[in-house]
């Protein structure tokens, strides 16, 4: 099927597009087909007992559906929402936090495919955030959807 | 049991401790025992398609758990802290948002006399994010924890 594109820049335009990812310090480390990473500096996401505040974890994994969304389907006219998300917290974060994530096995060929058919498709992202000591400090499990505006 | 309460204030103060909160527009707009709401303007939290991205409807929904906490149970050394939380989007949040929760009936002194005889409590929130048009846009359920640090 031939469809109009869009740029291959969308995805890290996101940045440029979502004003309070770039207060939060969160860019780009790398992203393709069906992956990306984000890396996020403790400020000024610090909270009130001086580890990294949820909100900015999540933002910090919940865009990697937006990257992956633009990164894989650059399809003119649909975008990459998220319909729900759970996070869970498992240590304190300190430092930089890299978030990351990549579709499942056969989604990317689906999702496409589903999307151009029916004008959205559904898919499910688990993103792990790792902080500056290496360690696991929160996984995420979203549902996502690629839509025709 | 006698024990060694924090300023009132405490609640408030969050949106201080939390930069990033503030950058958010975040404002308090009432708590009390067992409840509070806070409000959040459209900019600069607005995402890639003109409405409130999913990262700053997390955080207004969140921020209850330590607003509620700490008018809740000002407690000398107790923090509320977030263990999971999830997000559920139900159609585009437009302008401000306002998101309200209150602690499930019974919670306060459970909690209260919990965390003081073990160091630690846990309680569930559930929060209703409301836009301009007042539609509820979204909800969250989170499991917190009321800590002695």
């Known amino acids: 099927m031939d469809v109009e594109t869009t740029e291959p820049s969308a995805g890290t335009d996101l940045f440029?597009?979502?004003?309070?990812?770039?207060?939060?310090?969160?860019?780009?480390?790398?992203?393709?087909?069906g992956r990306a990473s984000v890396s996020m500096p403790a400020e000024p996401n610090v909270n009130h007992?001086?580890?990294?505040?949820?909100?900015?974890?999540?933002s910090a994994a919940e865009c990697l559906g937006g990257v992956i969304g633009f990164a894989?389907?650059?399809?003119?006219?649909?975008?990459?929402?998220?319909?729900?998300?759970?996070?869970?917290?498992?240590?304190?974060?300190?430092?930089?936090?890299v978030a990351s994530a990549c579709l499942a096995e056969g989604d990317a060929e689906r999702v496409r495919t589903e999307a151009l058919e029916r004008g959205k498709s559904d898919f499910v992202l688990e993103a792990t955030l790792t902080d500056s000591s290496g360690e696991v400090v929160a996984t995420t499990r979203g549902v996502y959807q690629l839509r025709r505006m």
Chains 1, 2 share one sequence.
């Open 72 to 97: 894989t389907w650059p399809l003119a006219g649909y975008v990459p929402l998220v319909k729900r998300i759970e996070i869970t917290f498992l240590r304190p974060a300190l430092g930089t936090v």
């Open 16 to 33: 440029a597009a979502i004003p309070i990812l770039g207060q939060m310090g969160i860019t780009l480390v790398e992203s393709g087909e």
């Open 49 to 58: 007992f001086g580890v990294i505040y949820a909100g900015s974890l999540l």
